[in-house]
């Protein structure tokens, strides 16, 4: 069913796929591993039932794919369990009941009291939504009720008449089979329409490929580096270095003046005081020079390397928050790899290695620049050597450094897709070690490792390519000075030497500038790819806006959509589809609807997690497009489907900001369910919640989310089927709370049981984007012909 059926592509944790969809892979490759024991941790559970039906009955009963292997079935849909062989019950952390159905039947224990509660409080449309599915439910509940009502004692249980019925019971169990032939309902024939318009649509390319830019680094980078540092302190900095290199060359001069000066050279003389005080002259200006080349180098490295860092931390922090600001968009298309790749190592060669680059560059190439001067000043026939020797360098290197460039930008995007096998290895590593596939994910990892070093390897040993040529060149200017020193009766000894000297200096520092001008060109390809994620679409203004919303706003949580249509991002089909309603103040609206129907884009839309295509939103009158994203966000609360939770303590959970005190923390805490498990804790408040929460249950945690929801109780509460993952007591506790302490809220449920909503002020009811019914539960139940209707009775609570 899926667009590109085996070749579909799948995003980073399956962003592109249903849950439902994500437990069928799963249970498909638990059939492939072809093992000889199955543990099965409810696999049913994010599937509806029909698709739960084929499972079980092709894959995990005794008529399936399995069924000459042992299961060990966790699963909360109790209807298939008169088709198990034996049951465990546990209660508490230890086992309170063993055996088949039948035998847990008739003794009338925990196993037949939960039983009862669950048939009678937990009637679902997913789960009633197929006859026979519906059929198991009903004899189940009236052979329970036949249990229960005749005694809580095996006596009464054993007793003829009750096995009697219990047999009939077990006969018309036996029809399940012809039932599940016809049972073919419309909801079935909707599905597989559905099923084949997805197929036929070829699916787009979800995750995008990282782009290599091409060419030299773009002006713009320079440009926004130099600001980053601060154009003054770099003319400061390039200033003082400069005057370094000056004074240190004029310094070596001043040597040869000292070294040549007929007076001083003349021993008869040293008798003189003249003698001395010239001698105490030079020195003293030397020593001068001596000092100001102190004071210029360190100046200028303060200076650089200070700023190099200043803008490498203006550079993170803006790609941060460009990232942090980024619609929910790119991060379904953009592995978390990539980003940490900009964030780690880009940042990490900005911060640590482009500083020493620098310091090199700036360093080497005056001192090149001075020596040549020196050179030519002492000798001006050398600059018929050294001038063409500059020239076939710059040859060469601008020959070689296209290459060197695009080896680096290889290299630095082939890092990424190691970056994504760690994080989802890590993330799937207990899947991993049960199906022990650990040596295919060290083999890979090491493919990817390979063709990233491949690319460094390349890039960082081709300046020797470079290099030897260099190193050529140097001597033969080398050669060319010492050979006219030789040769030459016009130096005198002291500019002979200072020539030889520099001649000497230039080619070791030639050889260092190429380099470090090379390294400074492939370290400025970080600079690239973090400016690439400086400039990232962004969603609307934080906390800007056209208007300013009042302070006490909403007071009322009036909701209005007005012709409202929207789609995840450009170039994908609305997913609502032109929708208009109104929720008056303080109502309790439920919406249902099938998957894809447009119900958590609703809650997403008033987020403005999505933006509008068409149309408007209102809450009490204001434009929510008008609204900055955070006053809008922080006056809407939300209880998700997921709960969210980070590494830290139980109150930095539930109170991210520090905003509130103990004492409300704790009220939260009691109204949420949760006050003896945390008073149960010696850590109290402080207890770790481990990283995501793992500490606590799937139950716990949607307790936790509750009580930080209440904390920040608004006049607007969005419900996305905020009991979906959690059982039977969990849900009616949240339930509870929620009917309580939001009595004069406005609420918006999007339920997956309808039960849930059936005391409801109004029911919308969803399909494929558009609003099909909204009214009160007993209008909508008065149309036969209704969706809303049909559900309900499929559902038996009509």
């Given amino acids: ?56 009955e092709n894959v995990i009963g005794n008529s399936g794919m399995l069924k000459n292997k042992t299961r060990i079935l966790v699963t909360h849909a109790v209807h298939w369990l008169p088709l198990v062989d034996n049951i465990i019950v546990m209660d508490g952390g230890k086992i309170s009941e063993y055996g088949t159905y039948d035998q847990l039947m008739t003794r009338n224990g925990v ?22 599915i519906k059929w198991i439910r009903d004899n189940m509940l009236e052979q329970v009720e036949i249990v229960t009502s005749e005694g809580g004692n095996s006596e009464v249980s054993d007793s003829p008449s009750t096995s009697a019925r219990l047999k009939k019971s077990r006969k018309k169990r036996l029809r399940r089979r012809q039932l599940s032939s016809m049972s073919v309902t419309q909801s079935q024939v909707m599905q597989d329409k559905t099923h084949v318009s997805m197929a036929t649509n070829k699916q787009q390319g979800l995750v995008s490929d990282e782009t290599i830019q091409e060419g030299s680094v773009k002006p713009k980078v320079t440009k926004d580096y130099l600001k980053a540092m601060g154009v003054f302190w770099v003319i400061i900095s390039m200033a003082t270095m400069l005057l370094y290199h000056v004074v240190s060359v004029y310094s070596m001069f001043w040597l040869t003046y000292w070294t040549e000066d007929p007076f001083l050279r003349n021993q008869s003389n040293v008798v003189e005081q003249e003698y001395s005080q010239a001698s105490i002259f030079y020195l003293i200006i030397y020593a001068v020079m001596g000092l100001v080349q102190g004071v210029a180098i360190f100046v200028g ?15 993170h922090n803006r790609m941060l928050y460009s990232v942090l600001r980024s619609p929910m968009a790119f991060f379904d298309t953009v592995p978390v790899g990539r980003i940490l790749n900009r964030f780690s190592s880009d940042v990490d060669m900005l911060d640590n290695r482009f500083p020493d680059i620098f310091r090199m560059w700036i360093y080497n190439a005056l001192t090149t620049v001075a020596g040549v001067i020196v050179i030519i000043v002492c000798a001006p026939i050398f600059a018929a050597v050294i001038i063409p020797t500059i020239i076939i360098i710059g040859f060469m290197l601008h020959y070689y450094m296209p290459t060197a460039r695009k080896l680096r930008r290889f290299e630095a995007v082939t890092r990424s897709p190691i970056f994504n096998h760690l994080s989802e290895t890590l993330t799937g590593s207990t899947v991993i070690r049960s199906y022990r596939c650990n040596s295919r994910f060290v083999k890979e990892a090491a493919n990817r490792i390979d063709t990233n070093s491949a690319f460094f390897f390349g890039a960082n040993n081709g ?10 060149f140097g001597n033969i200017i080398v050669l060319v000075v010492i050979l006219l020193a030789v040769t030459s009766d016009i130096l005198n000894g002291g500019q002979l030497g200072l020539a030889i000297t520099y001649a000497v200096q230039v080619t070791w520092s030639m050889n260092e500038v190429v380099w470090s001008i090379l390294e400074m060109e492939m370290s400025s390809v970080a600079a690239e790819r973090i400016n690439e994620y400086m400039d990232l679409p962004s969603e609307a203004d934080w906390t800007g806006g056209k208007v300013a919303p009042p302070l006490n706003w909403p007071e009322t949580g009036i909701i209005e959509y007005d012709k409202y249509a929207t789609r995840y991002r450009s170039g994908l089909e609305l997913v609502l589809k ?38 408007d939103i209102s809450i009490d009158g204001v ?32 109170d991210p900001l520090g905003t509130f005190s103990d004492e409300e923390i704790w009220r939260a805490i009691d109204y949420a369910h949760l006050k003896n498990f945390v008073t149960s804790q010696s850590e109290g408040l402080m207890y770790d919640c481990g990283e995501a929460g793992q500490n606590l ?16 109780k608004t006049k607007i509460l969005i419900l996305d089927e905020a009991t979906a993952a959690v059982d039977m007591e969990t849900d009616a506790l949240i339930q509870l709370t929620i009917r309580s302490q939001f009595a004069d809220c406005t609420i918006l449920t999007i339920a997956h049981r309808l039960n849930t909503v059936m005391d409801y002020d109004r029911v919308m009811v969803l399909d494929q984007g558009r609003i099909k019914e909204f009214d009160e539960p007993r209008e909508l139940l008065k149309n036969k012909e209704g969706i809303f209707h049909t559900m309900a009775k499929d559902a038996g609570l009509i």
């Fill in 623 to 654: 434009r929510i497009a008008d609204l900055g994203l955070h006053p809008l966000r922080t006056r809407i609360t939300i209880l998700p489907q997921d709960p969210v939770l980070f590494s830290g303590t139980l109150r930095m959970n539930i």
């Fill in 578 to 615: 032109g929708i208009s309603f109104k929720i008056n103040h303080g109502e309790k609206i439920g919406v249902v609807g099938r998957t894809g129907a447009g119900k958590s884009s609703l809650a997403l839309s008033l987020f403005r997690i999505i933006e509008s295509a068409v149309g």
């Fill in 463 to 472: 300046n020797r390519w470079i290099s030897i040529r260099l190193q050529l």
């Fill in 111 to 132: 196993f037949a009291q939960f039983l009862l509660q669950h048939l009678e409080n937990e009637a679902s449309q997913e789960d009633l939504d197929d006859p026979e």
């Fill in 301 to 315: 490295y303060y200076l650089s390397l200070t700023k190099i860092i200043q803008a490498s931390s203006v550079f």
């Fill in 1 to 56: 069913m899926l667009a590109d059926g085996d070749n579909t592509e799948l995003g980073e944790k399956g962003t592109n796929i249903s849950g439902g969809q994500k437990q069928r892979i799963s249970v498909a490759r638990a059939v492939y591993s072809n093992a000889d024991v199955y543990i099965l941790d409810d696999p049913l559970s994010a599937v509806d039932a029909h698709v739960g039906k084929d499972l079980f």
């Fill in 697 to 712: 249950s799937v139950g716990q945690r949607q307790l936790v989310c509750l009580a930080r929801t209440l904390l920040n």
